[in-house]
């Protein structure tokens, strides 16, 4: 079954402790995307992968980071998360853009 | 830039009653238009996708769109609702799939 999962699904930290949220695909899809999604402002883009080892940032890249080192993973780094980075965060995978289930995030 | 509007942030429908979502888009060229539904705690799915051609896109689940160049819409419309549409429904434009700015989202009550 194609699909794109996320771990984890809920997640609450505390600020500055350093988090990653995974990302996999398993459609060999060259393309990934990061998007938050926050009420009132629909979705927006944070970082994108075109390949592996090819990332580039979206509308609102600062504070996170990103690594594409083999096609199926696109992992989503938040080296030291505040609290503004509290959102829902969607993968997405493909052009036509197969999106990920979703991984809460409170940062308190 | 581009953007994106969804003028309307809630809609109610009637179930049987046909239903009309707008979106409207600034854009220099002809965009690439997408419309996605995410029904609560899930991610969006795919509806329907405009790239060229043909200027009524059928979709999924009796969905259609129609791109208006000429008044930079892309309207989505169903022409009977069922009571499992109610979703919340977000337009995307962009130069690529790849870069993509989406709607703030339009959410669709159903009643019976």
């Known amino acids: 079954e194609a699909q794109v999962t996320q771990n984890p699904r809920y997640l609450i930290t505390v600020t500055g402790k350093k988090l990653t949220v995974t990302c996999s695909q398993n459609m060999n899809h060259e393309y990934m995307s990061w998007y938050r999604q926050d009420p009132g402002l629909g979705l927006r883009q944070i970082y994108y992968s075109m390949n592996v080892e090819v990332t580039d940032k979206g509308d609102v890249p600062e504070g996170y980071k990103v690594s594409r080192k083999e096609k199926r993973n696109f992992p989503l780094i938040l080296e030291s998360p505040s609290p503004n980075q509290t959102s829902l965060y969607f993968c997405a995978s493909g052009y036509e853009q197969f999106f990920g289930p979703g991984t809460r995030l409170t940062v308190l | 830039a581009q953007s994106v509007t969804q003028p309307d942030i809630h809609i109610t429908v009637s179930e049987g009653a046909s239903l009309e979502l707008r979106c409207n888009y600034s854009?220099?060229?002809?965009?690439?238009l997408f419309w996605y539904v995410q029904s609560p705690g899930q991610g969006l799915q795919l509806l329907l996708k405009?790239?060229?051609?043909?200027?009524l896109v059928q979709g999924i689940k009796g969905f259609e769109a129609e791109f208006k160049r000429s008044q930079s819409s892309f309207n989505l419309r169903k022409p009977s609702v069922h009571w499992s549409d109610a979703a919340e429904y977000f337009c995307?434009?962009?130069?690529?799939?790849?870069?993509?700015?989406f709607g703030t989202g339009t959410r669709l009550q159903v009643t019976l």
């Open positions: 854009y220099g060229a002809t965009p690439y």
């Open positions: 405009y790239f060229s051609g043909d200027t």
């Open positions: 995307a434009v962009g130069p690529a799939a790849s870069k993509l700015t």
